[in-house]
């Protein structure tokens, strides 16, 4: 499957209603780098008037998941992938428009070829790291994607 923010973003539509409502898209995505964004607004805040560490989540979530998804497709094995573990930090207020970014594509190769060649699962630690307009960082998130060969 070739890697594409309006593929990714129609998925979001379909299969992850809730973080396509809030506002979270793919802005872009390649072997090694997938780029969301979400965007402050009343739809997404909580009482204190900042975004919502979920819709964060959401977002960072999503910038180490549409890697690990097109990678498995690309693969052409069947394969499942699931979040384990995670932890975050948050280092100030989400206003305005996060971008969230991982880097972390190079990861998922490699287990995901140690899957294929051993039938034993998986686990890859994914960095997510969130900044608003001013390239301040407001919150990193790490997921432990579990992956395994499906029966």
């Given at each position: 499957?070739?890697?594409?923010?309006?593929?990714?973003?129609?998925?979001?539509?379909?299969?992850?209603?809730?973080?396509?409502?809030?506002?979270?898209?793919?802005?872009?995505?390649?072997?090694?780098?997938?780029?969301?964004?979400?965007?402050?607004?009343?739809?997404?805040?909580?009482?204190?008037?900042?975004?919502?560490?979920?819709?964060?989540?959401?977002?960072?979530?999503?910038?180490?998941g549409?890697?690990?998804?097109?990678?498995?497709?690309?693969?052409?094995?069947?394969?499942?992938?699931?979040?384990?573990?995670?932890?975050?930090?948050?280092?100030?207020?989400a206003?305005?428009?996060?971008?969230f970014?991982?880097?972390?594509?190079?990861?998922?190769?490699?287990?995901?070829?140690?899957?294929?060649?051993?039938?034993?699962?998986?686990?890859?630690?994914?960095?997510?790291?969130?900044?608003?307009?001013?390239?301040?960082?407001?919150?990193?998130?790490?997921?432990?994607?579990t992956?395994?060969?499906?029966p």
């Open positions: 499957m070739e890697l594409s923010p309006k593929k990714f973003n129609t998925f979001t539509f379909f299969k992850l209603p809730s973080a396509w409502w809030c506002g979270v898209r793919v802005k872009s995505i390649d072997e090694k780098t997938c780029v969301v964004s979400v965007k402050h607004r009343w739809a997404n805040q909580n009482p204190f008037r900042s975004m919502f560490w979920a819709v964060q989540g959401m977002a960072a979530e999503l910038a180490t549409a890697m690990v998804i097109g990678k498995i497709k690309a693969s052409g094995e069947r394969i499942s992938m699931l979040v384990a573990n995670n932890n975050a930090n948050f280092s100030k207020k206003t305005g428009r996060i971008t970014t991982c880097n972390d594509g190079d990861k998922i190769d490699g287990a995901i070829a140690e899957t294929i060649e051993t039938g034993e699962g998986q686990t890859i630690w994914m960095r997510s790291v969130g900044v608003d307009q001013d390239g301040t960082v407001v919150s990193t998130f790490n997921f432990e994607w992956i395994k060969l499906r």
